[in-house]
């Protein structure tokens, strides 16, 4: 059995060429006309995916050739685009259109646009250019014969001369249709924050944003050609009920109540990450850390990545919320952290001349410089005991942090894995260990790595089967 699935990759000739603005665009207009898009992003990436996810108003899935298997991203992309609410999906592409790890282009968008026989948008950004943009899409259209490049938009279009110029020029030369120019558009609209755009939650008027995208969108790109080019896509086989292969276990009791620190200050978490929680019988106790005074009553806590920085102040004044943490740290609750939340665990955080206390469960100052630290997939080992991962276990991921240990005594701060690949937390070592805590710069995807999960949660079910059964449940916050 097969069903028409509606599909288009989004792809740039480079990183910030503009192609989250076109997709977030494409989702918004779509939307408005009341089409159900469902949202996806290739590569590791958690800003874009929450705007797309925003502009889509779904949940946006990440689809990574170097952290998850061919068959683990068809099974995620085919369950999801196939369910009965959705009409079509749109997957963004990240950096250049051919770009990798290696001279092979291994683990591009191009790869990924094959592996799901989806036609192609190339983005180009026309700052400064004109005919020689012919040249260039010729070479991508016949760089892969097995690429199916379907059209072009001309973005950040300074006139309508240029315009004019650019499209006859590529519909002559490169045979491909122009499918839409759009102009440049006011940097205040989507303001930019290291690499990317800021987070929709800190963004002041992320709707309004989104609003003026989709009218952008509907003035200036064909969207009924798009939609067309996107239902020329061969059908989907009979998809999965799940992106997972193995089934899930039958529940053995109560479900496990895992803690998910989940505000404008801690945004970083795969939905596929919860997901995996969830069919391991635990259930998301999300809270803030910004005004929540207390730790609920948990059986493990899972702290994602963020921008504990921009919200340092709030963070430090919470004091109560830090130190119930670091008295259940001290009690040994499993606890989790990436990144972000490895600096909140963390003893200080320092920027410019200000400290702002921290929970303390690591004995660590963090700072944070001008350039990034460490940024790309990541390759660690865990060599040494740790509550989560047997030794010699080997772990595919990725790090973006800005952030570094400004002061720790080596002596004091045990370091679990051995970076392979990746900077991570210093000299080569990643993942601090105290007690029943890990905190590292590595993130995980539950699809890529799936001992992560059933690590969390074989945890978790220790820690009650230690306690014993609860007398009252605490009410979520």
Known sequence: MSRPCPRLVVAALRGGGGKTTISLGLLAAWRRRGLSIVPFKKGPDYIDAGWLAQAAGGACYNLDPFLMSRDRIIRSFACRASRPSAQGALIEGNRGLYDGTDEKGTYSTAELAKMLEAPVVLNLDCTKVTRTLAAVVMGCRHFDPGVRLAGVVLNRIATARQEALVRRTIEAEAGLPVLGAVPRIPSQDLPERHLGLLPFQEHPRAQRALDLLAELAERHLDLDRIWALAGSAPDLDDPPEHPWAEPAPAPSGPPLRIGVI?????????????????????????????????????????????????????????????????????????????????????????????????AGVFPVTFGLEKRPQGHGYTIVKADRPNPFYPVGLELTGHEFHYSRPLEYDPDQVELVFEVRRGFGFDRGRDGLVYRNTLGTYTHLHALGTTDWARALVGQAERRRLSRGPREEQNPCP
């Open 262 to 358: 989940r505000d404008s200050a801690f945004q970083f978490y795969y939905p596929e990450n919860l997901e995996a929680l969830e069919r391991l019988n635990a259930r998301p106790v999300v809270f803030s850390a910004l005004d929540t005074a207390t730790l609920p009553d948990l059986d493990a806590l899972y702290l994602g990545g963020g921008f504990p920085e921009t919200h340092a102040e709030l963070l430090a004044r919470n004091q109560g919320l830090r130190e119930s943490i670091r008295r259940a740290a001290e009690d040994g609750l499993p606890i989790y952290a990436e990144c972000g939340g490895l600096m909140y665990l963390g003893r200080d955080l320092v920027l410019q001349d200000r400290v702002f206390p921290m």
